[in-house]
Each structure stands twice: as C-alpha cells, then as structure tokens.
C-alpha cells in the first residue's frame, strides 16, 4: 500500500524567506504523479504543483518549485521569497496510474508567513 | 464555469437526524470525488464516481452514508441517524479522467457539518 508522510506539522518563516517542505513516499508503483495542495484558512484546496515520475526535470511554477529524488522516494516543496499569502496547510499527494488515479494525502504541514 | 459548488456551507444538526450535502462540479468533468476532513488532517478517501457509476466506497464509511449521482452531474452525499463523530468538513472534487489526464483534482469550499 502507498503512504505519504510529511514530518513537519508546522513551520513559521518571516516574509521574503525560502521555506521548504518535506515529503517522503512509499510505493512499488513506477508511474505515478505527485502532487502539492495549499488549503489556506477557511479557503478551498488548490493545486500548487505537480509532478509526473517519469519526468527527470523538476517541476516549477512562478516561486514554488519541487525537489524530486525518485531513488529516495521523496518530494519537497520550496517556496522562494514567501509571502504572507502563503501561510496555509500543504498537502503532499500520490497518485498511482494503477490504483484508478486514486489519491493518497499526507498529513499536512501548517506554514504561517510572519510580517 | 465558476468551479466546483458545495452546499450547503455550515450546517448544524442535532444527534440522530439526516443530513444532505450538495456538489456541483465543473461541467466538462466525470469524475466526482467526496472526502472527509477534520481540523488539522488531509482529506479521507470516502466514495467517487465516475459518470453515474459509483466505483469505490471506502471500507471505513459506514452504512449510515450513502452518495449518488444520478446523472452525472451533480452529486449528493447523505448521512442518516448522524453522531457526534460525523462532525467535520465534507469536501468534494472533480477531475476530467481520460486521455490528456493530468491528475489534478478541483476542490469545492466544502460543506461544514456540526453535529450537537
């Protein structure tokens, strides 16, 4: 069965700061997608970033880019001169082709941008 | 198309009364998903359909839960006799599943429930 784990429950940066999230993984699978969700407070979940495994080149979108290290099973997030914003809970997610495109979330951790 | 459309936003019920929640998806999407989530934790997997055809049910939903689609559009997800513990945010999703899928899912707001 696949697990996704995020070990960091919470993390608080000061605006302007590089903040990165973990994830680790665990699959027998090799295709998959992986996924970063932000659910600000009281505010829907939206797609942040993806990544696809059978891309070597890491995904980046505006200031959030990914580090994806298939070998290690892990996928972290980094935010690049964070914004008050982003303060939100991140959700890393799997999605094995063979599992019926069913999503597997980790735990999340809640990020606060200080002023 | 403004996305997807929960409703109602809050309710709150007493110990032992029904209680229905709407989903609206993105139109051009066939596929629907209904998770469950509570203060501090990632959603839980609950039921999803694809067109009509409910194709999964998690094993840790009770009978007391039961979703439709008549359709294939919009959803409804009822909780019968509810508890205590049924208290949480009932979110939903939809995804476009087939060629060119990208995986991604497109939440609702959610639809709060609180159960006295």
């Known amino acids: 069965a696949q697990t996704v784990t995020q070990s960091q429950p919470e993390m608080s940066v000061q605006e302007a700061e590089t903040v990165t999230l973990s994830c680790t993984y665990d699959?027998?699978?090799?295709?998959?997608?992986l996924f970063w969700y932000k659910q600000p407070p009281s505010r829907q979940m939206i797609l942040v970033i993806r990544q696809e495994a059978y891309k070597q080149q890491n995904a980046t979108e505006n200031r959030f880019s990914v580090n994806f290290q298939k070998a290690a099973k892990s996928f972290s997030l980094k935010i690049s001169d964070s914004q008050l914003g982003d303060t939100a809970m991140y959700f890393c997610?799997?999605?094995?082709?063979?599992?019926?495109?069913?999503?597997?979330w980790g735990a999340g951790t809640k990020l606060i941008i200080k002023p | 198309d403004t996305g997807v459309s929960q409703d109602p936003r809050h309710k709150i019920t007493k110990r032992g009364q029904n209680v229905t929640f709407r989903c609206d998806p993105i139109?051009?999407?066939?596929?629907l998903y209904w998770y469950r989530q509570t203060l501090g934790q990632g959603p839980e997997f609950l039921t999803y359909?694809?067109?009509?055809?409910?194709?999964?049910k998690s094993r840790l939903l009770s009978d007391r839960f039961s979703a439709e689609r008549p359709k294939g559009s919009f959803s409804t997800l009822e909780i019968q006799r509810t508890e205590q513990g049924d208290s949480a945010m009932y979110l939903c999703?939809?995804?476009?599943f087939g060629r060119g899928n990208t995986g991604e899912l497109f939440f609702g707001e959610g639809s709060r429930l609180t159960v006295l």
């Open positions: 699959t027998s699978e090799s295709n998959y997608y």
């Open positions: 999703a939809s995804s476009l």
């Open positions: 359909f694809q067109n009509e055809a409910q194709l999964e």
């Open positions: 139109s051009e999407h066939n596929r």
């Open positions: 997610a799997f999605m094995a082709w063979d599992s019926n495109y069913q999503l597997i």
